[in-house]
């Protein structure tokens, strides 16, 4: 890489770990930085993978006060993240790259859905709930959560890309929580995966470590950032916040896949 180029790659790593902290799909930033350096797309995805470990991390660390209350619920989701992060990380290196590109937009649009709608459907359930006779939700979101986080998980993995926003969607629906409190939960889960998949990409595949070193540094600063101020931001802002990232998530998807 030449000087101009790592300077891209850092700067894409601190957006990314900012934008994971508070949303998710920072992998939309750094990726395209990554083939613009000329690595290959497997080679960017490995490198991207591992270099935000440390973004991950930084941005549930970030968000540690959100998390009190919340262990054991987090413990047995980050075991379910692990194995769709490690399931992932395989289809990576066995599916043609472009296995995902035509299913994913429509996922990414469908978790924006449930993000706008998550009030109203929440409190449809909060109204069926009464009418049985019980306020109280499972407190894993039950076997449904179970299996939506397992497949967004093998999608993380995979790719990573929007990842967060399916989480959010996801917990949103079925778990009785504030959104901030989800998302602290979400970036433990993106940790999870992106760790597991790291662990499995050093054994197996051919990183590029000057690319994984520069995201490390920027996505672990943009982490701390991106906490520092989404943990600030009200459940309406955020929602909005999300919905737009994801909303140009999904652009830069479809121009990939069909530009």
């Given at each position: 890489?030449?000087?101009?180029?790592?300077?891209?790659?850092?700067?894409?790593?601190?957006?990314?770990?900012?934008?994971?902290?508070?949303?998710?799909?920072?992998?939309?930033?750094?990726?395209?930085?990554?083939?613009?350096?000329?690595?290959?797309?497997?080679?960017?995805?490995?490198s991207n993978a591992l270099g935000l470990v440390s973004?991950?991390?930084?941005?549930?660390?970030?968000?540690?006060?959100?998390?009190?209350?919340?262990?054991?619920?987090?413990?047995?989701?980050?075991?379910?993240?692990?194995?769709?992060?490690?399931?992932?990380?395989?289809?990576?290196?066995?599916?043609?790259?472009?296995?995902?590109?035509?299913?994913?937009?429509?996922?990414?649009?469908?978790?924006?859905?449930?993000?706008?709608?998550?009030?109203?459907?929440?409190?449809?359930?909060?109204?069926?709930?009464?009418?049985?006779?019980?306020?109280?939700?499972?407190?894993?979101?039950?076997?449904?959560?179970?299996?939506?986080?397992?497949?967004?998980?093998?999608?993380?993995?995979?790719?990573?890309?929007?990842?967060?926003?399916?989480?959010?969607?996801?917990?949103?629906?079925?778990l009785n929580e504030s959104l901030q409190r989800i998302?602290?939960?979400?970036?433990?889960?993106?940790?999870?995966?992106?760790?597991?998949?790291?662990?499995?990409?050093?054994?197996?595949?051919?990183?590029?470590?000057?690319?994984?070193?520069?995201?490390?540094?920027?996505?672990?600063?943009?982490?701390?950032?991106?906490a520092k101020y989404g943990r600030k931001l009200s459940?309406?802002?955020?929602?909005?916040?999300?919905?737009?990232?994801?909303?140009?998530?999904?652009?830069?998807?479809?121009?990939?896949?069909?530009?």
């Amino acid at each position: 890489m030449t000087i101009w180029e790592m300077l891209a790659v850092f700067v894409a790593g601190i957006s990314a770990g900012a934008i994971n902290s508070v949303v998710g799909s920072g992998t939309l930033i750094t990726f395209p930085v990554l083939l613009a350096t000329g690595l290959s797309p497997v080679t960017a995805t490995v490198s991207n993978a591992l270099g935000l470990v440390s973004g991950a991390i930084s941005g549930a660390i970030g968000y540690r006060a959100e998390l009190v209350g919340q262990r054991d619920r987090t413990i047995r989701l980050s075991i379910v993240a692990a194995v769709g992060g490690i399931s992932g990380a395989v289809l990576l290196l066995t599916l043609p790259p472009t296995a995902f590109e035509t299913i994913v937009p429509i996922l990414v649009a469908l978790a924006l859905v449930l993000v706008v709608l998550q009030p109203r459907i929440s409190r449809a359930v909060q109204r069926r709930r009464a009418a049985k006779g019980t306020t109280d939700a499972h407190p894993d979101g039950g076997p449904l959560l179970i299996v939506g986080l397992l497949a967004a998980s093998i999608y993380g993995g995979y790719f990573t890309a929007a990842q967060g926003i399916l989480y959010v969607a996801l917990m949103g629906m079925l778990l009785n929580e504030s959104l901030q409190r989800i998302n602290a939960v979400k970036n433990v889960l993106a940790a999870v995966v992106n760790s597991i998949a790291a662990l499995f990409f050093i054994i197996v595949a051919d990183p590029d470590w000057t690319a994984v070193i520069l995201i490390a540094i920027g996505s672990a600063i943009g982490g701390q950032v991106g906490a520092k101020y989404g943990r600030k931001l009200s459940p309406t802002v955020l929602r909005a916040f999300i919905v737009a990232v994801g909303t140009v998530a999904i652009a830069q998807l479809l121009l990939r896949r069909y530009g």
